[in-house]
């Protein structure tokens, strides 16, 4: 059970590298 929740972080972390970053208007 806790290599397969390893498993799903890892992937998630892939995902959020993938998000743009937003730049803030003044």
Same mark, same amino acid.
């Given at each position: 059970? @806790?290599? @397969?929740? &390893? %498993?799903? #972080? =890892? =992937? /998630? =972390? !892939? #995902?959020?590298? /993938? #998000? %743009? &970053? &937003? !730049? #803030? !208007? =003044?």
């Amino acid at each position: 059970f @806790g290599l @397969g929740v &390893k %498993k799903k #972080k =890892k =992937k /998630k =972390k !892939k #995902k959020k590298k /993938k #998000k %743009k &970053k &937003k !730049k #803030k !208007k =003044k």
